[in-house]
C-alpha cells in the first residue's frame, strides 16, 4: 500500500487527514507534519526522511505540500536528496481535501505514478465556483 505524507505550515496536513476520516474511515500509513513557529527547518527534514521510512512498504509514498515555494516544500525536496535508490516518493503541492481522499481511497488500486496523476485531476477537479454553479 502506498504511503501518505502530508507536510504543511501549521496543523493543516493533520486536519486533512483527520477530515478525511471522517468521510472513508480510519486510515493507516498516513502521516503528517507541521513547521511551527521557531521550527527548526533541518529538523523537518530530517522527520520527513524518518517519516518516509516509515510510511514506506516498498510500494512508496506519496507526499502532498501546502503550496510550492514555501518552507515545507523546500525542506521536503532537500531531505529527498538524502533517500535511498530504492526509495520511491512523488510529489504535490496545492494539497487540497479532494485530493486527499482520493489518494486514501485510490491507493491499494493504483501504482505510485498514476495516483499522483489522479490525484492531481481531481483536485483540480475539486475547484469550483459555486456562484456560476448555483446562482
Known amino acids: 500500500m502506498i504511503g501518505?505524507?502530508?507536510?504543511?505550515?501549521?496543523?493543516?496536513?493533520?486536519?486533512?487527514?483527520?477530515?478525511?476520516?471522517?468521510?472513508?474511515?480510519k486510515q493507516e500509513r498516513t502521516m503528517a507534519l507541521g513547521l511551527f513557529p521557531g521550527d527548526n527547518i533541518e529538523e523537518l527534514k530530517d522527520n520527513i526522511l524518518k517519516t518516509i521510512e516509515i510510511l514506506d512498504e516498498g510500494d512508496g509514498v506519496l507526499i502532498f505540500i501546502d503550496f510550492y515555494g514555501g518552507s515545507p516544500a523546500n525542506a521536503t525536496i532537500i531531505s529527498s536528496k538524502d533517500l535511498g535508490e530504492n526509495v520511491k516518493v512523488e510529489y504535490i503541492t496545492g494539497v487540497n481535501m479532494p485530493m486527499i481522499i482520493e489518494a486514501l481511497t485510490m491507493r491499494k488500486i493504483y501504482n505510485l505514478s498514476s495516483l499522483k496523476e489522479h490525484c492531481i485531476e481531481r483536485g483540480v477537479c475539486g475547484i469550483k465556483d459555486l456562484r456560476k454553479l448555483y446562482f
Open 4 to 25: 501518505i505524507l502530508v507536510v504543511t505550515h501549521g496543523n493543516l496536513g493533520k486536519e486533512l487527514l483527520k477530515s478525511a476520516e471522517l468521510i472513508v474511515g
